[in-house]
């Protein structure tokens, strides 16, 4: 299970938006892309986000790169990909899927 990070409690962030209605908007998100700690003080790689934009609309993927896994979301605007996101983030209901060694 990935863990999430709680960056009130943890410290200063590795990275800050530009837009500070982003980090309003997407708290949690926020803090899986910059917190460099979990919240029981060890240290973590923060997440990456991934975006694809086609005919069908938007895409994410967060990558934990710590846990080796991602959660992708789709949805009509690269918005609603974030709200989705972050809201599932928040309630905890995310279904992580393991990354694959690519051994065979």
């Known amino acids: 299970m990935v863990r999430k990070p709680t960056p009130a409690e943890s410290g200063p962030l590795s990275w800050l938006p530009p837009d500070s209605d982003f980090t309003t908007l997407y708290p949690t998100l926020v803090g899986f892309l910059a917190d460099p700690t ?27 790169l710590s846990a080796r896994a991602s959660v992708n979301t789709n949805a009509g605007t690269v918005e609603d990909c974030l ?21 065979k």
Do not use: F, H, M, Q
């Open 38 to 64: 979990w919240d029981d003080g060890s240290r973590r790689e923060p997440c990456t986000l991934t975006l694809r934009l086609g005919s069908g609309g938007a895409g994410l993927s967060l990558n934990d």
């Open 83 to 103: 709200s989705l996101l972050e809201d599932a983030l928040t309630r905890g209901v995310i279904s992580w899927r393991p990354w694959r060694s690519g051994k």
